[in-house]
């Protein structure tokens, strides 16, 4: 696996009018797709949620609704929605190019990271000024992050899963070193985080609520660019040529291994501004826990989709509610909020055996 | 340090890689099949909780590893089920298995976070404990870590000295020469991959029920994907996926050990250095097939360069040559 020179093609990373022809298919296989991933999904969390002693029903009422239950935890939903959306897109163009961008938790610590530094150096400055410096000190730390990946897969032949992974510890490593070391609380370090920025660096909200308005703008923006080049540009077309044989690319003239590195490169770069969002919107303080694992639900979210742009918001908006919504699941239940992860994934999971069944059919 | 101290940490070695050592062992078995079971991380956190739950209610240490070695079968029945059944790709289904097992142990472990469970009874061996020097570091362990050394000469003896561990190299190498000779190809490399499933069970309720003694969230986290890392420095051969697996564990003693030696690094130096090893070994093992690197190479002065190519060549390792591609009968 390790060893294989040319990347391998990624079988889910149908080319861009898939969705058109999803469309188109036949009413019988929708159905039995549909019945597949829902009827399989919601078999297996409900024995899970009986082998925990749980009323299911309850169980997914809290879940399914909750994210929408009062105008907080609609606004806790869209701040989850837009680094979620950001990743998403950024994944479409690294599945594209047929490579497994693992590494994309480590992309947006380092994008927190380094959107950390202009805030903690210059304070003084105006701040719609260091929120674009913050920006794209995220963007430019997330693709420095990536391009280490494809340094190590397209260099020196290290696997970029394995490349991806390694870098991911090594992110966070940085991260509770700084915590600890260089930028802890004066008085006592802890897991808490940095010390929190003062409110006037803050994102501006709207009135009363956690809702800063920029952070879904800028992740609409990310996600219409992303969609705009891999589908109406020839970049995105000689990435996704890239992606599926990368040999043959090369010997039609697609400058194959330079698409590979600027689809890491753009999708460090989202991740990285997910990171900065994560700061000045989010958490507004550094914290170990900075990217809470959007980056690995985000490419549960486009292996659900398969690449396929036009339906990244739809899934991104579905599984962040089930995230948000599941956080009161300890309070009102007494169970573990990682039901959500067990449903997001048991959703991918059958997904793929959707298709796979599909292909067979 | 004295001796003494030397002692007890060589020991400590190898009882801390144990656990890697009977993982390493499985996914090495899983790979040569010819099949990638990506789902480790997760299937290992998993099997530890089952494998600690059924520890606590039933009160019995062994079948809190055959629960744990039955997760891990099962997790890898699903991976042959998606993949090698439908042909869909193994890496995609390995790291979904790999979130949703992850999730799964937080979820039904939630009631068996820090409570009091049972254990693997310690079990020095008459006689041979007594040895100088030697039977401090092999003998006073328990069962199971004797087991861990036991494994790795079979696993070498099974897949390069027996016909069957021809068969099953010849899963991963030449499937379909294999199928014309009439091996039945899917049916086997479902077997090799349910047995090295088991083993990586066996090697999660190694953690919870014998070296951490109790289970709390994600508590391995990590693990599975330095096993992982470990078979592909070891080259899938048995004996130096296992040289890989005591390095690594000499590394994590040596990394609490020197927190108190050296209190002006960091910590998070020594908990991030064996990620940052991982990837250092992998361009290393790589080396020997990365043009970039030879030309590099051959600009060191002679009397450097020669040495350096040949520790490279002799490093280099190539994968089985159909692992990962789904086996479609011709």
Redesign the interface.
């Known amino acids: 696996?390790?060893?294989?020179?040319t990347t391998?093609a990624?079988?889910?990373a149908l080319p861009a009018p898939a969705a058109l022809r999803a469309l188109a298919l036949p009413a019988a296989h929708l159905l039995t797709s549909a019945g597949i991933i829902i009827g399989g999904t919601l078999l297996f969390t409900t024995l899970?949620l009986l082998?925990?002693g749980t009323s299911p029903l309850e169980a997914y009422r809290l879940i399914l609704s909750g994210a929408f239950r009062n105008p907080r935890t609609i606004a806790d939903l869209i701040m989850l929605t837009a680094p979620l959306l950001l990743c998403s897109a950024g994944l479409t163009l690294t599945f594209s190019a047929g490579l497994?961008n693992?590494g994309i938790e480590g992309q947006i610590v380092i994008g927190a990271v380094l959107a950390m530094v202009p805030l903690r150096l210059l304070p003084d400055l105006p701040p719609p000024m260091l929120w674009l410096l913050a920006l794209s000190a995220g963007a430019i730390g997330g693709m420095l992050w990536a391009l280490l990946v494809g340094v190590?897969r397209l260099?020196?032949?290290?696997?970029e899963?394995?490349?991806g992974?390694?870098?991911n510890?090594?992110a966070?490593?940085?991260t509770?070193?700084l915590v600890?070391?260089p930028w802890k609380r004066p008085g006592v370090a802890s897991m808490s985080g940095t010390e929190p920025l003062p409110e006037a660096l803050w994102l501006p909200t709207l009135a009363g609520i956690r809702l800063a308005p920029l952070a879904p703008i800028i992740a609409l923006i990310g996600m219409g660019v992303v969609w705009f080049a891999l589908t109406r540009t020839h970049w995105g077309l000689e990435i996704r040529a890239a992606g599926l044989n990368l040999a043959a690319a090369e010997r039609l003239g697609v400058p194959a291994h330079a698409r590979l590195f600027q689809s890491l490169a753009g999708c460090g770069a989202l991740a990285g501004l997910a990171g900065a969002l994560q700061i000045l919107a989010v958490y507004h303080a550094l914290i170990p826990n900075i990217s809470s694992g959007i980056g690995?639900l985000a490419?549960?979210v486009v292996?659900l989709v398969r690449s396929n742009p036009v339906w990244v918001l739809p899934v991104a908006i579905l599984f962040a509610s089930f995230s948000i919504g599941s956080i009161q699941l300890p309070l009102q239940l007494g169970?573990?909020s990682?039901?959500?992860?067990?449903l997001q994934?048991?959703l991918?999971?059958f997904a793929?055996?959707a298709?796979?069944?599909r292909?067979?059919g | 340090m004295d001796t003494q101290q030397i002692l007890i940490n060589l020991a400590a070695i190898l009882a801390g890689a144990a656990p890697l050592i009977f993982a390493t062992m499985g996914e090495t078995i899983t790979e040569r099949a010819g099949v990638v079971n990506l789902s480790l991380d997760g299937k290992m956190l998993l099997s530890a909780m089952t494998g600690f739950a059924v520890g606590v209610h039933t009160q019995n240490v062994l079948l809190g590893f055959v629960a744990a070695a039955g997760v891990g079968m099962l997790v890898a029945l699903v991976l042959c089920f998606v993949s090698l059944g439908l042909r869909l790709s193994q890496t995609a289904v390995g790291f979904v298995l790999a979130l949703l097992c992850t999730d799964l142990s937080s979820f039904l472990g939630n009631s068996y976070v820090r409570v009091p469970g049972v254990a693997v009874p310690a079990m020095p061996i008459p006689v041979l404990q007594d040895l100088p020097i030697l039977g401090k570091i092999l003998f006073q362990h328990d069962l199971l870590i004797y087991a861990s050394f036991l494994l790795v000469p079979l696993v070498w003896w099974f897949l390069f000295r027996t016909r069957a561990g021809l068969t099953l190299r010849a899963l991963g190498e030449r499937p379909t020469t294999a199928y014309a000779r009439g091996v039945p190809v899917l049916p086997l490399q479902l077997f090799y991959v349910l047995l090295g499933g088991a083993l990586v069970g066996i090697a999660g309720a190694a953690y919870t029920l014998d070296l951490k003694q109790g289970w709390s969230y994600r508590h391995i986290a990590g693990t599975g994907w330095i096993a992982l890392a470990i078979v592909i420095f070891g080259g899938w051969n048995p004996w130096r996926v296992a040289f890989g697996c005591y390095l690594f564990g000499a590394l994590q003693i040596f990394a609490t050990r020197s927190q108190n030696l050296l209190p002006n690094i960091p910590t998070q130096i020594f908990q991030v250095a064996p990620f940052a090893l991982m990837i250092l070994i992998l361009v290393l093992v790589n080396a020997g097939s990365n043009p970039t690197l030879q030309r590099w190479i051959e600009q060191l002065p002679a009397p450097l360069s020669k040495p350096v190519q040949q520790v490279l060549a002799r490093l280099n390792t190539a994968a089985p040559a159909a692992l990962g591609q789904p086996f479609r009968r011709p």
């Open positions: 696996m390790a060893d294989k020179p391998e990624v079988p889910e899970v082998a925990s497994y693992l190590l260099s020196t032949n290290v696997n899963i394995f490349a992974l390694g870098l510890f090594i966070i490593g940085i509770l070193y600890f070391g690995f490419l549960l292996l169970i573990d990682s039901i959500a992860g067990v994934g048991t991918v999971l793929l055996i298709q796979g069944v292909g067979r």
